[in-house]
Structure formats: structure tokens, C-alpha cells
């Protein structure tokens, strides 16, 4: 991670101070500062003379590995250097970087300074337009984009790796880091046979020949993972995955969860480890770099167009990769392309704005028929981030969860993957109801906030405490008789000892009977869209009439609409991100060093 970090800092636009001279008049020390970030208070030690920062160390935080912890340090790195407390937030981590000023703030009222001051001295960015040229331009720089760069690389291409953020990492560094693999080529008819147990097939069919070409990789890839020293071993018996960092341990160790056992995620490791290797590989690595148009000659793509605060940025390329991700964060598109999605809340990263589907579009590349979400886990507060890539919800599973029509349509239980396709709303963002009386309510995390939030007047907090089923009923807006039926009929299997609708452990059987009743709404944040722009199996971008988009590749959930069935079931994810990258940096590298 610290190689990670170092990378990071040495990527950041460097900064020349435009500021009044130094005043004297602080008490040379060091202070300790703090401040509130994600998960918790962060801690950091600033060492001053009488006019100057010498040095900021970060003694203590839990902010996410991978993307709080960066910003921390890209803030500290952006005060020393310019000498000023006017820091630009990092894109990606805007509330790690509020604490990181925060903290900086107190360590130097602590010290005697005039805060006012210090946050007047504007640090300016040069302004200059460049060109550049490479064999091989990745847009986006997430677990696929980082894979194609690693493989293209190694095939002996000069690349450059862009991102529009501040940090790297996308939404995969917030997952697990493990995806349905196989180990040897054995294993690859077994393996792939695995990945289309797990999906779903109804409206929207596989491309199995497709599958079988990326599966055919596996091999290859985790023999190259264990020659880089990625520590990964069997997962769930169905792949591959890699273990967390420590400071991933640290982040799971705060997570609450009532009746499930938290799930640290190795994602951050993983990307480091390719991160390292990047750089081994002579990649460029170039942040806060949005792409906003690809070059052409002749309808061949040539490069990248990118419109920065330091200028415009052009890159040559021999060939060009697109893996920006998804367009969860992209409301216009999702109405588009995948109508409803776009009144969901999501957890997938701040950059999954479509941006390489718009690019590509504008070339005519085609999109898949099928468009969709991907399962997200049920949060009572959409804006407090929840851990993307946990499988389980964070409720009493002793409760009842039902739709909004009073239905009790799937285990509690179940996990997040499995329980989207039952609570889908047409006109509203999908959501289902944790159902309680007191005694289960009393093991429901933060209630009382949520209560007290309702009662204020919140526009999406919704929690409800009656003395009535009746009352319940209309506070959710709810048919009563509907709700008074689905309880009864639950009560009735509770007292049982038996759940003959959908399975869930006699242990979580409570009957909801004790006189006081509660509701809580529940948002299913989604992980993002799949579906995309269409690829072959060599991952270049096809047209309406399923001829290439000469020099342009695409990896990753920017293509996905044909490597996953009805619903995303976790696992394929990272492997299409994993498979697809590989096989357009290899491919995208071939093309490029030929000419």
C-alpha cells in the first residue's frame, strides 16, 4: 500500500504557491490534530516552526484502504507544498479529504496560526496543454483498466493509464477480490460450467463461446498473480481471491453487522499488487485526467482527448482501451438505457458516469439489448456508504422483510446478490420494509436515529414505531389487511419451528406478536449497471453491424451485457474484469507495436 501511496503522490499535479509571505507567530512543536472521517476519528501530528509546516504524519484513521487512506495523504502532500491549508478536495474521497482538513485545522489553531490566513494562500496549477505518445492509451483506471495495462506492458507496449479521479481503484477496490477462476486447463469446462450455474438465464442469454475464451486465461493469470507474490488461494470453492490487507482487516474490524460474520475484502490488495507492478512495467500513470473525446483518422482511433484544470491533455495512441466502468452515476443514461435505474441510489464509485460508453457511441459502437442493475445491499441511509462487496445486510435477521406490497417474497437471510429481483419498483428507487416488534427492534443498529430522523422530516429516512399493525400500515402507505395477513401468516410459521416458504434457520424464527411494532425502510443500493457497449471475444468495440471500431478495445463492466444473466450473483464481476482486461491489453498490444 505504500508503494500504492508513493505512486499517487508522485502522479499528483504538482503545485506552485502564489501566496502572501509567510507571517511569523506560531509556536514551533508538534500538534496533534483530529478530525471525523468515514469510519471514525482520524488522527494526525503536524510539526511547525515559527512560519512553516515542516512535516504532517497520519498516526491513526479507519478510512477505506486504498481510497480514504490516499486522500489523507494526498492532502498532507498538497499543504507541504504549497504551504497552505487551501487544499483541493480528492476527488473520489470527498469526506476523508474534510476530515484531513479538519485535523489540519485543529493541529494549527493548536499552534498559534492565522487559520484565515493560511486558508487565503491559493495554490495555482500550471496551465499548459501537452501531447503525448504511447502504443497503447487505457481509459479508466479500475481493476479491468489496471489489467490491461499490466498485460500490455508486459507484451512490451508503452502505456499510459488514465483516470479521471483523484485516486485509483474505481468500485473494485472496495470488493472482495475474488472471482469464479479456474486453476488449470482442466479445470476451464468445470470453472465455466460454475459461472453459468450462478447466473440466472431468462431475458438475457450468455454468449458461452465468449465465456469459454475468457475462462480459457484463468490459468495464466493466476500463475502470473502467484509470480507476483499476490497471496490468493481457493475461494468458496468456486475461484480465486486474494486475502485483505491489514488495513482492510482494520476497516472490517468497525463494520457492524447483527447476525452475519463481517467479510473483509481483498480488492485494495489486489490492486496495489497491480499497482506495483504497473510500475515495474514503465506504465504512466496519469490522475485527474478525465477523458472527454477519443481521436480519429480515418475511423480509426488514434488517441485520447482529455480536458484537465492543468490544460488539455492529448494522447497518441497506436490503440486505445475503454474500461470506465459503469454508468450507475449517470442518471440520464440509466433512464436511457435501462429505465427505473435511474432513481436507485448506488455504492459504485463516483467516476461510474458512462464516460467511455458516450465516447464510444459517438464512433457508432453498438449496445447490448439487455441493460441492468447489479444487486446491492439494503441500507437504511442510501448516503452512508455502505460496504460495497459485503454479501450480508446489516438487519436482524429474526425480522420480516417484505416489498412494498406486503409480501414476504424471499429468505431474510438470503444475502444481498440474491434478494434485488423481488423488491424492484417501477416509479421509485427498489426498497423493501424490515418488519419488527420491540424485542427484535432493540438489536436493529442506529434505530433511534432513524426514528428521530423521520420525525424531523426527512426526504428518504423512513422509520416507524406504532402500537398498531393498522397504524404501521398507513404510515407506510400500505394496505393494512395486506400487512396484517403476511404477519399472521409469518407468526404462524415462527411458531411452527419451521419456514416452509423460503428455508430461513429455525434460530431466526420470532414470531412478531409482543405489541409494539416497528418498520424500517430499506434501499437496495445497487453496485452498478451492466450491459454496456458490445465487444467480440478479443474485447474490441463492434458497430450496429458487428464489424470493429478499428484501435478501439473495451474491458470490463463497460461491456458485460453478455457474460451475465438476469442478475449479477457476485463473483463475475471481477472475472469479466479480470478476463476482458487481460484479453484487451494483450490484444490491444498486439495491434499497436505491429504497426
Not at 40 to 66: F, M, P, Y
Not at 245 to 265: F, G, M, Q, R, W
Not at 295 to 308: A, F, H, I, P
Not at 574 to 580: A, D, V
Amino acid at each position: 500500500m505504500k508503494k500504492l501511496l508513493s505512486l499517487l503522490l508522485i502522479a499528483l499535479l504538482t503545485f506552485s504557491a502564489v501566496m502572501p509571505a509567510l507571517a511569523d507567530g506560531m509556536t514551533p512543536g508538534t500538534y496533534i490534530g483530529t478530525g471525523t472521517g468515514m469510519d471514525g476519528q482520524i488522527q494526525i501530528a503536524v510539526t511547525v516552526d515559527e512560519s512553516a509546516i515542516t512535516s504532517i504524519e497520519i498516526l491513526d484513521d479507519n478510512e477505506t484502504a486504498g481510497v480514504g487512506d490516499t486522500a489523507l495523504a494526498l492532502i498532507a502532500q498538497q499543504v507541504l507544498e504549497g504551504q497552505t491549508l487551501a487544499a483541493d478536495t480528492v476527488t473520489g474521497a470527498t469526506v476523508s479529504s474534510a476530515a484531513m482538513k479538519t485535523a489540519l485545522t485543529d493541529a494549527m489553531t493548536q499552534a498559534g496560526a492565522d487559520i484565515s490566513q493560511w486558508k487565503s494562500r491559493k495554490s495555482e496549477t500550471e496551465v499548459k496543454d501537452e501531447e503525448f505518445d504511447y502504443d497503447v492509451v487505457v481509459v479508466g483506471a479500475g481493476y479491468a483498466g489496471m489489467q490491461a495495462a499490466m498485460k500490455a506492458s508486459q507484451d512490451g507496449a508503452r502505456v499510459a493509464l488514465l483516470e479521471k479521479l483523484g485516486i485509483i481503484g474505481g468500485t473494485s477496490i472496495f470488493s472482495s477480490g475474488a472471482f469464479v477462476a479456474a486453476f488449470t486447463e482442466e479445470e476451464i469446462p468445470e470453472k465455466t460450467q460454475v459461472w453459468l450455474d450462478r447466473n440466472t438465464e431468462y431475458d438475457n442469454q450468455i454468449d458461452r463461446d465468449k465465456l469459454q475464451a475468457a475462462m480459457s486465461n484463468a490459468p495464466e493469470i493466476i500463475a502470473l498473480y502467484t509470480e507476483m507474490g499476490i497471496e490468493g488461494k481457493t475461494f468458496m470453492e468456486t475461484g480465486w481471491g486474494v486475502d485483505p490487507s491489514e488495513k482492510a482487516l482494520k476497516n472490517a474490524s468497525t463494520i457492524e453487522l447483527v447476525d452475519a460474520e463481517v467479510h473483509p475484502k481483498g480488492g485494495e490488495y489486489l490492486l496495489s499488487t497491480l499497482m506495483d507492478r504497473l510500475t515495474k512495467n514503465g506504465v504512466d500513470v496519469f490522475v485527474s485526467t478525465p477523458a472527454t473525446g477519443l481521436l480519429t483518422e480515418e475511423g480509426r482511433v488514434t488517441g485520447v482527448r482529455c480536458e484537465t484544470k492543468s490544460g488539455v491533455k492529448t494522447y497518441h495512441a497506436g490503440t486505445v482501451v475503454l474500461a470506465t466502468g459503469t454508468y450507475a452515476r449517470n442518471k440520464e443514461l440509466c433512464a436511457e438505457l435501462d429505465p427505473g435505474a435511474e432513481l436507485n441510489y448506488t455504492a459504485a464509485a463516483k467516476g461510474d458516469t458512462g464516460d467511455g460508453i458516450i465516447m464510444a457511441r459517438e464512433l457508432g459502437a453498438a449496445l447490448y439489448p439487455y441493460q441492468h442493475k447489479m444487486s446491492g445491499i439494503f441500507a437504511p441511509d442510501p448516503y452512508d456508504m455502505p460496504v460495497v462487496g459485503q454479501p450480508w445486510n446489516s438487519y436482524p435477521y429474526d425480522c420480516l422483510l417484505i416489498n412494498s406490497k406486503a409480501e414476504r417474497k424471499v429468505s431474510e437471510t438470503a444475502g444481498t446478490h440474491f434478494q434485488m429481483e423481488y423488491f424492484i419498483e417501477k416509479d421509485a428507487p427498489d426498497y423493501g420494509w424490515v418488519i419488527m416488534d420491540q424485542a427484535i427492534a432493540d438489536r436493529f443498529l442506529n434505530l433511534d436515529k432513524y426514528l428521530s430522523a423521520t420525525q424531523n422530516g426527512s426526504s428518504y429516512l423512513q422509520a416507524f414505531k406504532e402500537d398498531s399493525l393498522e397504524k404501521l400500515a398507513q404510515d407506510m402507505n400500505m394496505d393494512p389487511e395486506a400487512l396484517k395477513e403476511t404477519v399472521e401468516h409469518y407468526n404462524a410459521l415462527c411458531l411452527s419451528g419451521e419456514d416452509t416458504d423460503f428455508g430461513k434457520a429455525k434460530e431466526y424464527l420470532s414470531p412478531i406478536d409482543d405489541g409494539t411494532y416497528y418498520a424500517v425502510k430499506e434501499y437496495d443500493l445497487t453496485r452498478g449497471q451492466f450491459g454496456g457497449i458490445v465487444t467480440n471475444d478479443r474485447a474490441q468495440v463492434l458497430k450496429d453491424d458487428g464489424t470493429p471500431i478499428e484501435g478501439l478495445y473495451a474491458a470490463g463492466l463497460i461491456s458485460s451485457g453478455d457474460l451475465l444473466g438476469d442478475f449479477y450473483p457476485g463473483m463475475e464481476a471481477l472475472g469479466i474484469c479480470s478476463y476482458m482486461g487481460y484479453i484487451a491489453g494483450r490484444e490491444a498490444a498486439a495491434e499497436a507495436t505491429s504497426r
